[in-house]
């Protein structure tokens, strides 16, 4: 009964192609977030959102776009992926007013070849 | 530019022995949790510190806030094979509770 869920858990895709990730939350939580990791480069923020269609830029945003249409989904989609994306992907929640702390999905392994 | 220092990068050490963590940066933090991440998974969060000097106990996890919020420390005792992740600290700053992560700790422990 995970209060988070990230689809799919792994995918592998081709330079140039489009790819959507989705994090679907059953916390009704106001933020969601999109991080990345990469060896060497801990966790770095994509995307994150405060609210339905209020989303904002992170420290890595080039080549990602996001929408949030409903409190529960958030999803990531890289318009054109290239092998400089190919990470791991957590999308992460959090309720600032209550307690502290995100929580993390389980990630999703995307290759792009 | 990496805002959150950790060290070591790697540990490896046996079972029973005791080790820390350190998370240091230029900036001031409001608070600092730290995390652990195992294979395959999401960060799971530890800890929270808020205050300047703040020290916290987690059964053998003794996680320290530096006076000026600057840094963190994170002391385990008597480590045992299970304590073996990767340790994450993350700092909040500003508006949107937005984390920035430390570049992490990979510990293994091993009987």
Redesign the interface.
Known sequence: DAGITQSPRHKVTETGTPVTLRCHQTENHR?M?W?RQDP??????IH?S?GVKDT?K?EVSDGYSVSRSKTEDFLLTLESATSSQTSVY?C?I?D?QGP????????TRLTVV | TQLLEQSPQFLSIQEGENLTVYCNSSSVFSSLQWYRQEPGEGPVLLVTVVTGGEVKKLKRLTFQFGDARKDSSLHITAAQPGDTGLYLCAGVKGTASKLTFGTGTRLQVTL
Do not use: K, M, N, Q
Request: glycine share 24%; hydrophobic share 20%.
């Open positions: 933020y977030y991080y060497g480069h801990g966790l770095r923020l994150y405060y904002d992170g957590f992460a959090s600032p502290s702390g995100y929580t993390f999905g389980s990630g």
